[in-house]
């Protein structure tokens, strides 16, 4: 009876251990044919799809980008209009595109069609009509590198935004990060190799974990316009303001020494900075870039699946994938790493909410100074405080997840502008009471986001009506060129010699 036994369970034993090699020996098949290429890449490929031939599971990762289902305790990857949500921000950008329309950020797969439906672009009926630059293209499409390639970089920043709107219909894609030819991360856009030369550094030396942040901050990062180029006056060339530090105080002492502003505030006159999305400078202050963590690591996690290791194009919210971002390096709980992440955010948010509310204050309390006869002179200390508190404040919320990445920077820069701020309101106080003014500003009502935008001069309604034409009229002939132009290009299959 013990001999059945034993050549039961050997027989059992010997069963499960080739089914194991059988399995190994067939995912190992799978593995050598997985990415047999189909199709042949040649120079700059704007179409994700035609990648995907080669690529598919990378693709099929990437096209969930389009989801909008995801919500987290502040953020979300689908529709939420944050001037709804904090009116006040209206008056903060009151003289700017962005006091007419601000909504959270979607996945990469809708980067054109934002730049499309946003107010913030108006409503260009024509070829070169619109104030924005083609510069504001840079980093929504995989068709930008093409067309730096075909024109040069210059004359493609000397243009308007309206002039290439059939030829940006591509989203941000395989070909703003991927050498056709090796598959190597590559560097696309001139303007960080350009930053790194300012610093005295050479991107060619940055190693492959390196390069897994460095195609991010190409598009992640705080940048300007620069107007004053020798001999590249026509052009609006992007730049990276790095050259005295990658900090919110040493770009703001950059931008001091250019005496650059991107507007003038309306009613304080103060001259604003916009921050736009350093993610990656305040990253770079953060511990998990201090532990070599990269930015693909958290947001782009290594995934398998039949039988096969790649890197998940899904690119968003690490806390909508915790299990292959967070558990790699941590032994938590989801629920204790998702607490934890949601404590620093909220704690940030209760200081950036109150700092953005005395930032709108003081724009409305310097506008009543000028009223009452205040000169420049008086004026000068209390502008630059408003100036440089707005633009640490706005370095931290444009940094979406900058109460994640650097939560001790970013605690200490709304610090700083909170009492940078209180100080300009006592010097506000002080100067209006010397004007005869005694008593508290009258506010509008902040809380009621149309009544701001009508209070600083704002038409909604007319502005979105002109939108509602052009997304009738313009964008689809654009996109209809666009497509007709790439059903001429020939995709080569590869030969199966």
Aim: aromatic share 10%; net charge negative.
């Amino acid at each position: 009876m013990k001999n059945w036994i034993l050549f039961g369970l050997t027989a059992i034993v010997v069963f499960l251990l080739a089914m194991l090699a059988y399995t190994i020996m067939d995912r190992k098949a799978e593995a050598r044919f997985a990415y047999q290429p189909k199709v042949q890449i040649e120079g700059i490929e704007p179409r994700d799809s035609v990648w995907g031939l080669n690529y598919p599971r990378q693709y099929q990762s990437y096209m969930k980008t389009k989801d909008t289902t995801f919500q987290s305790m502040y953020n979300t990857s689908g529709f939420k209009d944050v001037l709804d949500e904090q009116p006040e921000l209206v008056i903060l950008w009151a003289g700017y595109a962005f006091s007419k329309d601000y909504n959270h950020p979607r996945g990469h797969a809708h980067a054109v069609s934002d730049v499309h439906e946003t107010l913030r672009i108006g409503a260009p009926m024509e070829e070169g009509d619109g104030p924005q630059p083609s510069t504001c293209w840079t980093c929504k499409s995989t068709d930008v590198p093409r067309l730096m390639s075909e024109m040069g970089v210059t004359e493609y920043y000397s243009h308007k935004l309206s002039d290439f709107g059939s030829e940006v219909i591509n989203p941000i894609g395989c070909a703003d990060c991927h050498d056709p030819k090796t598959m190597n991360l590559t560097i696309t856009r001139p303007a960080l190799i350009e930053a790194y030369e300012a610093m005295g550094k050479n991107i060619n030396e940055a190693s492959h974990q390196e390069m897994r942040s460095l195609v991010c901050a190409q598009c992640h990062v705080e940048y300007y316009f620069d107007k004053t180029k020798e001999g590249k006056e026509d052009a609006q060339y992007l730049t990276f303001p790095w050259h005295k530090g990658m900090d919110a105080q040493s770009i703001e002492a950059y931008f001091d020494e250019i005496d650059f502003t991107d507007w003038t505030h309306p009613l304080s006159k103060a001259k604003m900075l916009k921050a736009q999305h350093p993610d990656y400078e305040l990253y770079t202050t953060g511990v998990h870039h201090k532990r070599g963590v990269s930015c693909a690591d958290c947001h782009m996690p290594y995934k398998n699946e039949g039988g096969q290791k790649f890197t998940d194009h899904h690119i968003g919210s690490p806390l909508s994938n915790v299990e292959n971002s967070c558990f790699v390096c941590h032994r938590e709980k989801k629920e204790d790493l998702m607490t934890d992440v949601f404590d620093r955010q909220r704690k940030i948010k209760e200081g950036s909410s109150q700092l953005q509310k005395l930032i709108a204050k003081a724009h409305l309390e310097a506008a009543k100074a000028w009223e009452l006869g205040a000169t420049e002179s008086e004026m000068d200390q209390i502008l630059k405080g408003i100036r440089h508190s707005q633009w640490r404040w706005d370095y931290v919320v444009a940094s979406h997840g900058g109460a994640f990445h650097a939560p001790l920077e970013s605690s200490r820069l709304i610090s700083s502008a909170t009492n940078l701020i209180q100080e300009t309101r006592v010097s506000l106080a002080r100067l209006l009471a010397d004007k005869g003014h005694n008593k508290p500003v009258e506010m509008p009502d902040f809380n009621d986001k149309a009544e701001l935008q009508a209070y600083i001069g704002l038409d909604i309604e007319s502005e979105k009506a002109a939108k509602e034409k052009f997304l009738e009229q313009v964008v689809p002939k654009w996109l209809k060129e666009g497509k007709q132009r790439e059903a001429k290009k020939e995709v080569k299959t590869v030969s199966s010699k």
